[in-house]
């Protein structure tokens, strides 16, 4: 009886083992956590190497680009090219420029070809998947190889982790003549879908910076660089209003505010980094055909142990003044404080006009007589 019990555990643990193999590299890692026999058999037998983290794909001599994989974490270490395969293969590859890797997929873009080709690869087995050419008036323009346009900047590799699907994001470019809409093209289906912006002009500068994707959202700057856009991997959507930022002053550092319509995200210069403080869910009720809106202070919108924001109330014309207190019961396992729009806050007064600005403000007993004679002489 014992001998059959271990054979259907030995089965168990096999079929669990080729399932977590087909699960992409980053979810795997988060799985460990589930118990120790997952930690173990994820360790030693799906090939999960905890350090590949450390690895990075640098990219070096413009002309020919070679690509490397280095490991961070051992310095001194030879590293070696990404690409293992026959030299006419690596050869085309390295001709390419990355526009996004994700779960050890690498999406390249050739900028010669008309609109940019699009090749997603994985450099451990030599598979390649080729896209169909964009729906748009960009797929027949060429740009040449000294041009200072890359079609790479228009491009955005990422993994929609509900659907467990990869997507290639193109936003709008100079080329393109529907400035509101942003294509995308899901691995394993067969043509680009076309995503409305809503009217927002969203078009970037492909000669400027790439998109970049963060946690299933690719944001770009718009051709202006004046605008923040965002396209949600998941739902496949961009903000009916395009993100707008400040600067800001969070515990004495420098901080930017990225909002849009549905929530405010303050991010604090820690060192050389920035790092995700503060998320804020916009509370918007409708009452009356009006909106009553839950927004964020500032440039100063931290204040010892509060966090600061305020709602206008446009029937009344009044302005309602919060303060939420950051306790541990905001703060997530990440760090970051997220304000949901069911948490009021505490009010702390109200005033009759609308907040622009705030700072911080302590009392002092400094006389300004000190300076009347340098204004005097001078």
């Not at 790439?210 to 903000?239: N, Q």
Request: net charge neutral; proline share 5%.
């Amino acid at each position: 009886m014992e001998k059959n019990d271990n054979s259907s555990w030995d089965l168990l643990t096999d079929a669990l083992v080729e399932v977590l193999v087909r699960v992409p590299p980053n979810a795997r890692r988060r799985l460990r956590l589930v118990s120790r026999h997952w930690r173990e058999l994820i360790d030693h037998r799906t090939g999960t190497d905890m350090r590949s983290r450390s690895k990075i794909i640098a990219v070096s001599d413009k002309g020919l680009g070679l690509m490397s994989v280095i490991d961070i974490l051992s310095p001194g270490s030879p590293r070696r090219l990404l690409w293992q395969t026959d030299i006419a293969t690596a050869l085309r590859y390295s001709m390419m420029r990355i526009a996004g890797t994700c779960n050890g997929l690498v999406c390249l873009c050739d900028d010669l070809s008309p609109g940019g080709g699009i090749t997603v690869a994985n450099p451990s087995t030599g598979e390649a998947l080729f896209l169909p050419p964009l729906p748009t008036p960009s797929a027949d323009v060429h740009l040449s190889s000294n041009s200072s346009w890359n079609w790479h900047h228009t491009y955005s590799f990422g993994y929609d982790h509900t659907t467990r699907r990869y997507k290639v994001v193109h936003v709008p470019s100079t080329f393109d003549d529907r400035p509101d809409i942003v294509h995308v093209f899901t691995l394993g289906e067969a043509s680009w879908r076309a995503v409305h912006t809503g009217g927002t002009d969203a078009r970037c500068s492909p000669g400027t910076s790439c998109p970049a994707e963060v946690d299933g959202t690719v944001y770009w700057l718009t051709m202006d660089a004046g605008k923040i856009m965002s396209f949600d991997l998941i739902h496949e959507r961009v903000p009916a209003m395009a993100s707008t930022y400040h600067l800001a002053k969070v515990h004495g550092s420098l901080g930017v505010a990225v909002g849009d319509n549905d929530s405010v995200t303050v991010w604090v210069l820690e060192g050389e980094r920035w790092r995700r403080r503060y998320v804020l869910e916009v509370d918007r009720l409708r009452r009356e055909k009006t909106w009553m809106t839950r927004e964020l202070l500032v440039p100063y919108q931290v204040h010892g142990d509060y966090f600061l924001t305020f709602t206008p109330q446009s029937w009344n014309g009044t302005v309602v003044l919060y303060r939420h207190t950051l306790t541990e019961n905001t703060v997530s396992q990440d760090g970051v404080v997220h304000v949901k729009h069911r948490d009021r806050g505490e009010e702390l007064t109200y005033f009759s006009c609308f907040i622009y600005q705030t700072f911080s403000y302590v009392e002092t007993k400094e006389p300004l007589s000190l300076y009347n004679d340098v204004l005097v002489h001078n």
